[in-house]
């Protein structure tokens, strides 16, 4: 009982940290001088929540304030920051590709955006909201990398401890999902989530799904702004083929991720 109530307020204190610390920069906006670095510089607004919220969780850690029934762990233990061989940079890099892939493919699907006009309305939102390297640095890479910590090096780590290994990956997906702007974001991350966790599983480091998706989201932003697609993605049946060897490329790759690295992980275990 005492490992079940343990999980449950520590998921319970990392999202409280994380929408305290949204809830506070919000507040902020209403101050005068924020609010108008904010409405020059968006993205801004995200790089002080990253910075923030990784703080916090670090003195967490620090301060013992997270429940443990075993030995404790500094952050950088418990979410599994290990250095990554550079085979398996290769390899998130290449699965980031296909997902970018992916992204950019399922955006030019005219029947999907017309289920799901939010979609685009909420790309455009992102990539109109200040300088374009900035938007790369908050949503292509700092945000990114804070859903990692969170939803695969806090979350799932908790929640393998008291549940099967399968059942924490569709939970932490779940979560994952649940936190998207929108339904066309939700479609998606229900693939990309079980996606990150299983790549995070097989390299045993946070790393891993972090450069996936620091690769997936900075190369659609990208290939966004400059238009790529526009002429080769022209109807419905070649934007579909583009998202499905997208979806297929990620996938394939993890399989082939986890058939080469069964014998060549990282020293910490699961």
């Not at 085979?87 to 296909?98: M, N, P, Q, T």
């Not at 493919?105 to 300088?131: C, H, Q, R, T, Y």
């Not at 924490?168 to 998207?180: D, N, R, S």
Request: hydrophobic content about 60%; some cysteine.
């Amino acid at each position: 009982m005492k490992k079940y109530l343990a999980t449950t307020a520590n998921v319970i204190l990392y999202f409280v940290v994380f929408y305290f610390t949204m809830f506070v920069f919000g507040r902020l906006l209403a101050i005068e001088a924020y609010g108008k670095l904010i409405e020059a510089n968006p993205p801004l607004h995200l790089v002080f929540i990253f910075g923030v919220t990784m703080l916090l969780y670090w003195l967490l850690f620090k301060l013992n304030l997270v429940v443990s029934n075993t030995e404790r762990q500094s952050f950088v233990q418990v979410v599994k920051f290990v250095k990554l061989p550079s085979r398996l940079v290769v390899f998130s890099f290449l699965i980031g590709l296909a997902g970018a892939l992916a992204s950019l493919g399922l955006l030019e699907i005219v029947s999907l955006k017309e289920v799901f006009p939010d979609l685009e309305a909420n790309v455009d939102s992102m990539m109109g909201s200040g300088n374009f390297l900035l938007i790369i640095a908050a949503l292509g890479i700092l945000f990114p990398a804070l859903e990692e910590v969170i939803f695969r090096g806090l979350l799932f780590n908790e929640l393998k401890k008291v549940m099967p290994l399968w059942i924490a990956v569709v939970l932490q997906m779940i979560g994952y999902v649940a936190v998207q702007p929108s339904a066309g974001f939700m479609l998606i991350s229900v693939v990309t989530g079980t996606v990150y966790c299983l790549i995070y599983i097989i390299a045993r480091s946070l790393w891993a799904p972090i450069i996936v998706q620091i690769t997936a989201m900075s190369l659609f932003f990208i290939g966004y702004k400059l238009d790529v697609g526009k002429g080769w993605m022209n109807s419905d049946p070649a934007a579909i083929a583009i998202t499905l060897v997208g979806v297929v490329g990620m996938i394939a790759l993890t399989i082939w991720l986890n058939r080469r690295n069964r014998d060549a992980r990282p020293a910490t275990t699961f």
